[in-house]
């Protein structure tokens, strides 16, 4: 007699379980096939960057608003069982889906935060790569400059000057090499018995009559401090230096070029002997001199002079030798670096800050749902003002943070 009624009781609830559980299910089935279309609509776009845009705008927000119709039903299913706590279950479900669309508010507006945080910093960056490469153009410049304001005989170099005179002298030299270069080859071929290279020959003799021409500047240069000195020995040798010097440069070099108009001043009517010829030739060089000196040579001799001799500032005029300005080439450089790398971590910081905050409170919304069906109540208090706010919203954080506080 107990098997039937057994028997009966079972078939009773099985009927009952299953359409428990056909109920249940009837209120659940539906979220997957919606869920399905909305991420198929999401990321269902037909271009790539339809899916980018879709997956970056939407896909955390839908992803969200799945999770809270999850937890919404199930919540709502368990309210037979809260025993008089349905009114906090339906208050936390409230303030999960409020929560959820704030967040969601959130992420948009941190995305757009973040972007344009980005394009200040790209455009940051931009010109900090153009003052850094500004900077170095400018220093490879001034640098040479500042060593020859640091070993010249006189503060304050006439650069102008200074590179007048270099130029001069190239140019000078430039002119006669080309004059003197018939004669120099003849008379090395005369010497050595083949011919020499031209090339070797010009490159040679254009260093010897730049050498040549620079220190006749500085013959007069070092002529003129020893008259304003009194310093006799030294106005009578370079006197001597400097009748040297003009001698060998009009007899090789501007005879050459008065030889140059001899043709001309022969068809003129005019013949010029040996005197002639090199009193021609002596007053170019006199004109020539003169006007460069009182040009630019009198003021960038003393600066080519001192940076030969590495003189410190004054010390021509029979002052104590001093120390030039101390320059800096590593200090400045290497505390603007570490400036650099203490802003770009700090920035890196900030970043990660801006673009994780977002994210985390969307994916801290859809957990609210699930800590709603178990416990009731929301767990993370939203929305989080830092990453230490994360954090300490973790449980096993807390515990640790509280553990380590005792």
Known sequence: MQDPVSSVQSQQWSWILSTLWSWIWAGLAWIIDWQAQVFQTILGASTPWGVVGGAVLLFLPAA??????????VSLYTVPFRLGRAGSLLQALLMSWWDAMRMAWFYWAGLVRFAFVMVGWVWGLLKL???LVWGTLKGAVTSPLAVLDAT???????????????????IEATIFTFTLKPTMSELLADLTGYEVNAFLLIVILWIFLWVLIAGSFAC????????LTKQW?????????????????????YRELVD??????????????????????????????????????????????????????????????????????????ISALK???EWFRKEAQEAFELISLPILQLLAAGFNFGFVIFAGRA??????????????????????ITEGGR
């Open 260 to 333: 140059a108009m001899t043709p001309w001043l022969a068809q003129q009517g005019v013949e010029l002997g040996l005197v002639g010829t090199i009193g021609l030739a002596f007053f170019g060089w006199v004109g020539v001199r003169g006007m460069t000196w009182f040009l630019f040579g009198r003021f960038g001799a003393p600066a080519m002079i001192g940076l030969l001799g590495r003189r410190a500032f004054g010390e021509e005029m029979g002052a104590a030798p001093g120390r030039g300005p101390a320059l800096d080439y590593w200090k400045g450089p």
């Open 129 to 131: 790569i153009v003052q």
């Open 64 to 73: 969200v608003m799945v999770a809270g119709i999850w937890g919404t039903m």
């Open 233 to 253: 020995g030294q106005i009578v040798f370079m006197v001597l230096v400097e009748i040297a010097v003009a001698l060998f440069e009009v007899l090789f070099l």
């Open 220 to 227: 007069i240069q070092v002529l003129n401090d020893a008259i």
């Open 152 to 170: 010249s005989r006189r503060p304050g170099v006439p650069w102008p000057a200074f590179f007048l005179l270099i130029f001069w002298s190239a």
């Open 379 to 400: 767990h993370f208090a939203l929305p989080f003002r830092s990453i230490e706010d994360v954090l300490a919203s973790t449980p096993f954080t807390g515990r640790v």
């Open 339 to 341: 400036t650099e790398r």
